[in-house]
């Protein structure tokens, strides 16, 4: 029995190498889970059994990952519209189910490309599959246990957060942490997670996944910083508040100057479309009141004290020649 025990595990092991070199991963594979092809004879059944998709769900930096199953990827109905967007879409489908397929007709930098469409693809068939009822559960489960995380923000108080992204499309843009409690986005604070294509999770996940458990759902946070200087409070109305306003309080001194300049030029137009009519017109006033003749105004003391006094006049002295009359 012993022999015969042995002879039968030797033969898995033989399979088991045959099936990972014929799928193109059995490197890479084993290389990602620190495991050497030789010394595989070691690795228990278990271990052996292990799919692609567990092996791919288990990698450092794929916890946002739930294990998609089998039979809800080999319905053709819930993969409709995803062989446009994946290249190599069979070999990548077949990779992702364990499925054989020659190799002997991809290079290795086809098998390389076989392998990155298999994780686009299982990504986007992800994006799907957390909609449905079973996937929304394993994704609740993991929020639950705060493995996406949890809020940043102070006074959330460690909320527990959600995947999201920003776009339904892949390669737009990088997966994000919705927090329910401040209902923000933020960046994850893992860089191997924060790699992640926000369109593995999708735009609509998060919010319909609150939506279907409202008991998911935090009470809104109250709190709320308050700026302050010297203990006081600062005036809703002060230039902190209102910098938006001004367009920063780097550019208030350049927004005065062009608005001046656009008060000045609005004025040198309005005077010229005036023409010849309007100007005569407005110069007559200004000439009437040059010609008005100027009321004298009463001198100051000071004037009156440095005007000098007027002298009388000396009396003539009769001419003795003159004969009187």
Known sequence: MAANGEADWDAIIDQQAARLEGTGIGTSAAAARGVDLEESSDLSGSEEDTTWISWFCNLRGNEYFVEVDEGYIQDDFNLTGLSSMVPYYD??????????????VLTEEQQELVENAAEMLYGLIHARYILTNRGMDQMLEKF???????????????????????????????????????????????????????????????????????????????????????????????????????????????????????????????????GGAGASASTTPRTARSEAPKQDLPPTPAAQAATPEPQPEPEEEPNPNTVAS
Request: one cysteine or more; glycine letters at 8%.
């Open 144 to 274: 639950r246990r705060a493995e996406f995380g949890r809020c940043p923000r102070v006074f959330c108080r460690g909320q527990p957060v959600l995947p999201v992204g920003l776009s339904d499309m892949p390669r737009h843009d990088q997966v994000k942490i919705y927090c329910p409690s401040c209902q923000e986005v933020y960046v994850p604070k893992s860089s191997r997670q924060g790699s992640l294509d926000g369109a593995y999770f999708g735009t609509t996940f998060s919010h319909l996944m609150l939506m279907c458990h409202p008991e998911a759902i935090p009470s809104p946070g109250v709190d709320k910083y308050e700026p302050r200087v010297y203990g006081f409070r600062i005036n809703k109305k002060s230039i902190y508040y209102t910098r938006e306003e001004l367009g920063g309080m780097g550019n208030t001194t350049s927004r005065r100057r062009s608005e001046r300049h656009s008060r000045s030029s609005r004025s040198s137009r309005t005077a010229n479309a005036n």
């Open 91 to 104: 070999y990548a489908l077949d990779l992702i189910l364990d499925l054989e397929f020659p190799t002997d």
